[in-house]
């Protein structure tokens, strides 16, 4: 088997629901930052990348019919590049990754691009359609933004529960209080700004329209400040929309390739992609499912936790990022160093490809050899993804 290796990392800043990014259209998203990708590698000819993955969880608005190609139509790359687009919910752009990386691992592929898009924003409400013409009852609209819509009735009532009431539920089951979800929000944010004011993202983000920056990032946030939002899924609840991700618009993508891909690409790359994982658990418990998807991954690359210097999370919520770090009994001082998805933002179909190439940049700066992408997905999944550094 051959081994898959990232090269490069671009994406868009993320912007608010209804923000900066609430006109541009998510396909046009999508090829602003495979457009940026392929910048960072000007030696590369584009008609030699084998395939394009992109991630994308709505897909019902102008996301549909296979953004990723439209994206590789759009960004002006030779009609010879293919392309397919991959829904795992949240963590649809890293099953793009594991996808690509197989497709390398396989021999199938030499170069691909991975990748993922959401607008938020602009998802669309949709009605369903009925089986007779002229129904004489009237229809709702339902918002295809984020969860559950159109549910199939024979699904069990606690399977379809809020993600937030999802999530309430697994706070109570590992007593995480609401003053350490504050605190974690409150880090993220600080760290987050930290990050960009440092110019860490600098190289990895390209401008879309007139946003340069994560537009949801709070550098004043505080606990205290945290502490005074109500809650939103529960009266005495500890979830409040300041410890939990945001609805947000963006884009991301990530170049891999084999390690003779190099002599193409013009550079070496920057980490091997060495393990790889997946796992399930009831819908409801999903916020929990990155514990045993990261432990498969480790399997799989021959490690364990005590060799890992970085852990990039998704920070759905930060109830279930804090019952992930206290199952793995890592360091909490490893996870999202640079800010996470509470601060920068969680648009649903990018945020794996933007862990995934933040990962590789914090191996590299910190000189940490593994690294750990772990993302938790709706209905009851997980994906997590192991680095390790190159450029040591």
């Known amino acids: 088997m051959t081994d898959s290796f990232v090269y490069a990392a671009a994406r868009t800043p993320f912007g608010r629901y209804s923000g900066a990014l609430a006109d541009v259209r998510p396909d046009d998203l999508a090829a602003t930052a495979l457009t940026g990708l392929l910048a960072k590698a000007p030696d590369l ?35 010879s590049v293919p392309a397919s687009t991959v829904n795992r919910l949240c963590g649809s752009s890293l099953d793009a990754a594991i996808i690509g990386s197989r497709a390398i691992a396989a021999g199938d592929a030499e170069i691909v691009v991975i990748g993922g898009v959401e607008s938020m924003t602009r998802a669309p ?62 880090r993220s944010h600080q760290l987050a700004d930290k990050a960009w004011n440092d110019g860490f993202y600098d190289s990895l983000t390209v401008p879309a329209g007139d946003l340069t920056r994560d537009e949801g990032i709070r550098p004043d946030s505080s606990a205290e ?4 939002l109500k809650p939103s899924f529960r009266r005495e609840g500890t979830i409040t929309a300041g410890n939990a991700s945001p609805l947000n618009d963006g884009a991301g993508a990530v170049l891999l390739g084999t390690a003779a891909a190099a002599f193409h690409i013009g550079f070496d790359p920057i980490a091997r992609i060495a393990g ?68 920068i933002g969680h648009p649903l179909g990018a945020s794996g490809a933007r862990i995934l190439g933040t990962l590789a940049h914090v191996l590299r700066e910190r000189n940490q050899r593994w690294g750990v992408a772990a993302i938790c997905i709706g209905v009851g999944q997980a994906l997590a993804v192991v680095l390790e550094n190159c450029t040591q």
């Not at 030699?48 to 996301?63: K, L, M, P």
């Open 45 to 79: 000819d584009p008609g030699r990348i084998d395939d394009v993955y992109w991630g994308n969880a709505n897909g019902a608005g102008e996301d549909n019919r296979n953004v990723g190609r439209m994206a590789v139509l759009l960004a002006g790359l030779p009609t």
């Open 125 to 186: 409400w949709v009605l369903p359609k009925p089986s007779r013409a002229f129904p004489a009852g009237n229809l709702e609209a339902v918002s295809t933004t984020l969860g559950w819509r159109l549910v199939n009735p024979r699904m069990p009532a606690e399977w379809t529960i809020s993600l937030g009431e999802c999530n309430e539920q697994l706070g109570e089951k590992y007593g995480i209080s609401r003053d350490r979800q504050d605190a974690f929000a409150a």
């Open 276 to 343: 790889r994982g997946a796992h399930a658990l009831d819908p409801q418990d999903f916020g929990f499912a990155p514990v045993q998807a990261a432990e498969k991954a480790l399997r799989q690359a021959g490690i364990g936790w005590s060799d890992v210097g970085a852990v990039e999370l998704n920070e759905a919520f930060a109830v279930q990022s804090l019952a992930c770090v206290d199952a793995w009994g890592i360091d909490p001082g490893i996870v999202n160093t640079r800010g996470g998805a509470i601060a």
């Open 225 to 228: 400040k945290l502490a005074k």
